[in-house]
């Protein structure tokens, strides 16, 4: 190696040492322009369920048609049950008790 | 990929990226630490000790590499591969349009100047490379500054200048020879023995 050569090396290292300053408004344009050009994040998509319907009463469809359906079947069981069992109470019912003259009609079709 | 585990300073710059791909805002701030100074320093060298355009240049490529974020593969490239090339251009883009401008500073070395008796400061020495540096040919100076500046090894340098190895090999001992030949006469002003 010529002294030629270690000179210029010696400036090479010193080069290399040297720390170069940057500009504080460097460094904020160049922060900016990331800012800028950074891709958005991909939010999770938050699927909206659409808002339950309510009726007047602040129940649901579903609730307001059960108790409606309950409503219906407690009628009916009220109205059907003395006619199965015929009875109201404890006072026993006959047919001709409900429909008098209904068993004269049978007699009358018996005999004619 | 994340940053977990780290807070950016030990991850390498292609992990940094591909975090500031997706929104890594620390990631950005650590690339900006890591590269910002040595892009500024190269292109200061390379456009001859122009800062204002070498501050531009260092932006610019900047910004490229941010919009080539989304995009980039683990793997595929070494983020350093990719933004010296780019600052080379830009600069090479002003030289010529200096050039054509008739706009050429000419990096004469200081002749003359009243060298302290002693010793030169550091920065004076400095100052002097770097005038030398500018008076080679603009493909020698970048060479030269990749291979003993910046130091980076002989293929990596093939690398960024699109060049066969043995093209970094000439180049590079052209120009340690030139700027040997241009700082011969300053040697004493150096504070180098003769």
Redesign the interface.
């Known amino acids: 190696m010529t002294?030629?050569?270690k000179?210029?090396?010696?400036?090479?290292a010193?080069?290399?040492r040297?720390?170069?300053?940057?500009?504080e408004a460097?460094?904020t344009?160049?922060?900016a322009?990331?800012?800028q050009?950074?891709?958005?994040?991909v939010a999770p998509q938050v699927v909206q369920r659409p808002a339950a319907r309510r009726t007047p009463l602040g129940l649901g469809w579903l609730q307001a048609s059960g108790l409606v359906a309950v409503g219906v079947m407690g009628v009916l069981i009220g109205v059907m049950n003395p006619l199965i069992s015929g009875e109201f109470g404890n006072d026993a019912y006959s047919l001709s008790d409900l429909m008098p003259g209904f068993q004269d009609v049978l007699t009358d079709e018996a005999e004619g | 990929m994340g940053l977990a585990g780290m807070d950016g300073s030990d991850a390498p710059d292609e992990v940094l990226l591909m975090a500031y791909g997706q929104g890594n805002s620390h990631a950005a701030r650590e690339l900006t630490r890591r590269f910002v100074p040595r892009l500024l320093a190269y292109a200061t060298r390379l456009l001859g000790g122009d800062r204002a355009e070498a501050e531009d240049v260092t932006q610019e490529a900047m910004l490229r590499l941010w919009r080539a974020a989304p995009g980039w593969r683990a793997g595929e490239a070494k983020v350093t591969s990719w933004l010296y090339p780019v600052v080379g251009n830009l600069c090479t883009d002003r030289l010529r349009k200096r050039k054509r401008q008739g706009d050429w500073p000419e990096a004469e070395p200081e002749s003359g100047q009243p060298a302290v008796d002693e010793e030169m400061g550091h920065a004076q020495r400095l100052q002097a490379l770097d005038q030398a540096l500018a008076a080679l040919p603009e493909r020698q100076r970048q060479a030269v500054v990749l291979r003993h500046i910046e130091g980076f090894s002989n293929p990596e340098i093939a690398e960024i200048m699109d060049i066969g190895v043995e093209a970094v090999e000439s180049l590079t001992a052209r120009g340690k020879r030139a700027l040997a030949a241009l700082l011969a006469g300053r040697k004493e002003e150096l504070g180098y023995d003769e």
């Open positions: 002294s030629d050569d000179d210029l090396d010696d400036l090479f010193l080069a290399r040297s720390r170069t300053d940057v500009p460097l460094s344009r160049v922060l322009d990331a800012v050009a950074m891709p958005k994040r």
